[in-house]
């Protein structure tokens, strides 16, 4: 069992606005500094202030990639945070509740939603317990989680009396005393927690001298106010001389642009896309290794069809060029990556799904975009479609992918997820001497050449570019079909010769990128119980694999990492063996099985897919593999879970 | 801007390209067309670091007739290209051309938002009041009333006026051209393009093929009683486009108020030239190098990337300590 004290899964709830993510930093870092690995999940609704997040914090001695959605311990102020994860505890568990909130009622949580309400009132009847917030709590103890009574209100006095400091200022430290109290139950050594404040407000000492005082309450309280026995679990420290940093998937991907030298990115604001383009412009200028400053010009432009025409346009001129979009955005950039592709110009889309179709669940995880980022366009041409799994692949899948828009002068859509682009873990810092910068084929031309055939047709496809503003290397670039030189044409053959040249660039990257950047292989090679999947998804399935190997069933993991150009061959080869083949896939249709099929006429056996817009779990795939090996006639099993 | 170090004096004929032209005959794109070729030949440009960015329709087809950096676009969205080109390599002389329907319709948005940026290019307007290669229907300069001869009855959309739309959005240079007068159009394109910052140019012309209304006797004032040309020019008259360098919001505000006045006269008397030259406000490009110190020195296009050995230079160490926890 992974239930022991090095592995401890932590939640934190509350409204947003009020520090869940400054609580859950705190935290986390605490734990980082410490040297534990740490994994971070967010959830969030799609509103500023007063709706429910929560974030579900796991650390342990050895790397952590997946969340639990049963935490060990959970932390509430308010009464929604109580109604929503109360019943998650798992047995065994603890949690603190607001002292003041025991008689609230269920019916009476503003934001909880009817079906929640009802579900939860049902759940209690049930149980012969009211629908109140005590019988919640009457529950939990029923099943073995302690439940501590926090007065935040006595500590936050307490706190004001001790300093000699307005309430109002104590008050500000209640997500330090929230996370310093869980951090006391479980015994973690003090200055990790110290440090982690220094870390949160680097040179502001006045907030750190409060926190600090905050933090000694905290752990006094909770070893005067309750009986910690029954409660098993303590966390040791790690290595905390391994070096480490602790980021989240929208700044790996900022931080891999840069290392992988793109100089232009334009964007419109989107969730989850957004964070990355801020990060890049709080970061535009970077130190380099010949001792210059570095930058990154990042422009918010009007719109997402903007955004797609102004990186195209910088792309011409040689700027390493990007935008960051989510679905509703890269529906408008359609017609922008047409003429880019059309005129074979280096392009990176950096694609985060959400929730769909339309605005969706603009906050919440999905991977229903793969057809669309395969498809979209009017016409046909070619692309390079990419997806990574985790942190660290978002960051050198990033710097790749202009190596292939520039090799193969094709636009590139990097996809990730909601998911991926808010967890956060620990990783070593990243070594960007592995990045080997590739241009492909810019040329220079004789400067008195008058017109330079940059749509030369070749055997590769790949036609000798030279940048806007080089001398001797005018041309004509046109969203119509078009001769060598650029200029529009109608003609039959010209336009034979121009559609196959372009389409062959797709043969060309088939050939030459190599097998382990298409699709990895993990867990027992040689197992017939095959699972394929791509993106976020992979951390849980590591975790259900390792349980089933635990309970003697070997498994692997077909990772697909690039979907255009489709590695057909490689898969089916793959797959000769595969018995069962069981597609993961959070979204509706299981859109690459379906790819899989029409690619190579192979079936997967049973799709597992969660659309709620969560990402799955490990346990919950864990179970649904148990019944697939288990013989279920099931074809599609739905991962449901309502307490998320 | 640019210039030739050559030192052969350039011609029009240096931007002219052999290959036919296929806009209809006696189309008021020609005379732009050829105005821009002799304002490029005067400002002694070099071909290469031009780039002329067409939107779609008959005028979006210009870039097709110069031997520079040709850039064919999608429908309104020349603006976000061409700003893409500019801003990655500040060294070229980026020329905007499209059409009514490109820039005020489909592409406004675009057209409102180049104007706060106040990059250092020229955006020029082909203004015939009708969407041509689609075969006449109204453009949004089209008047509210007004039966051009494909429409099937009187246009029941209103008229924007893109001189007042470019000044409230930001446009620091602002003039109004009439295609047939190559020499006075030639004269706006040298300013427009050495303005330092964006310069809109509207160039009124006929479509003699769909709008049979703006014809060039139109134009030429033969329907009126005095028979005199519609067009008259700003720099006939005291009137006084330019707002010097650190005016005072007193300055904006009268200069705001005189140009108004002219940009709403149409009729009988239409008024050309220059209608606005802003030196108060400062250009995109100096706004980023308030952050990015370098960008004019090392442009996005060619900053150093990698290392012979094709190793990245950018040092991620400072990023790395921020989020370092040991």
Redesign the interface.
Known sequence: MTNTRDDLAWRVGGPQGSGVDTAAGIFQ?AC??G?LNVFGRREYYSNIMGRHSYFDVRVAKRPVHIHRDRPQLLTTFETESLSRHATSVIEGGALFYAAKDVEATVEGVTYLDPRAKADLTAYLEERDLPATMSGLLEDARRRGVQTYEADYEQVVQLLADNLGVPQALAGRTMNTLAVAMSLALVEYQRKYVYAALE?TWPGKQKIIDLNIAAVDLAYEFVRDAYDTSDFAYRLEPGD????????NGN?AVA?GK????M??Q?YYPISPATDESVYLEA????????G??????V?Q???E???V?????????????ATATSGPGFALMA??LG?AANNEVPLVVTLYQRGGPSTGLPTRTEQGDLWFALNCGHGEFPRIVMASSDLDDAFFDA?DAFNYADRYQMVVVHILDKSLSSKTM?VP??D??K?????GEIVTPD?DT??FPRFAVTESGISPRP??????????????EHTPF???TEDPVVREAQMEKRMRKMETAAREIPVDEKLRVYGDPEAEFTILSWGSNKGGILEAIERLADDGVSARLVQVRIMSPFPKTELAELFASAKPLVAVEANFSGQLAQVLRQHTGVTCDHLVVKYNGRPFSGRELYEAFTAIHAGTDEEKLVIRNPNE | MTTATEERKLTAKDFQVPFPNDWCPGCGDFGILNSVQQAFARLGLEAHKVAVVGGIGCSGKAPYYFPVYGVHTLHGRLLPFAQGIKLANPEMTVVGVGGDGDGLGIGAGHFVNAGRRNLDMTYILFNNAVYGLTKGQAAPTLALGLQTKSLPGPNIQGQLNPLMMAMSVGFTWIGRGYSYNVKKVTDLIVAAIEHRGLSFLDILQPCPTYNNLHTKDWYAGKDLVSGQPRIYWLDDTDYDPVVPEGADDAVLSAKASAFMARAHEWGAEIPAGVFLDNRSTSSFADRIETRIENYRAEPPHRREIADAAGKPTADLSEMFDEVRMS
């Not at chain 1, 905390?240 to 980021?247: A, G, N």
């Not at chain 1, 025409?309 to 001129?317: H, K, N, Q, V």
């Not at chain 1, 990045?435 to 241009?439: A, Y």
């Open positions: 870092r980082a500094i040297g870390k905390s001389k391994k070096p480490c940093i602790l980021l700044q931080m840069i290392a992988g030298g100089t232009f334009s970061h535009e200028t970077f130190p380099t290794t010949n210059d400053r570095g930058s990154v010009l422009v432009t009007e719109d069809i903007s955004a025409c102004m990186a195209a346009g910088a792309a011409l001129t040689g700027a390493r060029s017609e922008g003429w710097a620990t810092p990243y960007v001497q990045i080997t910068i590739e241009r400067p008058e017109v940048l806007h503003g080089t001398p001797g290397g005018m041309h004509w670039l046109t969203g119509g650029g200029r529009v």
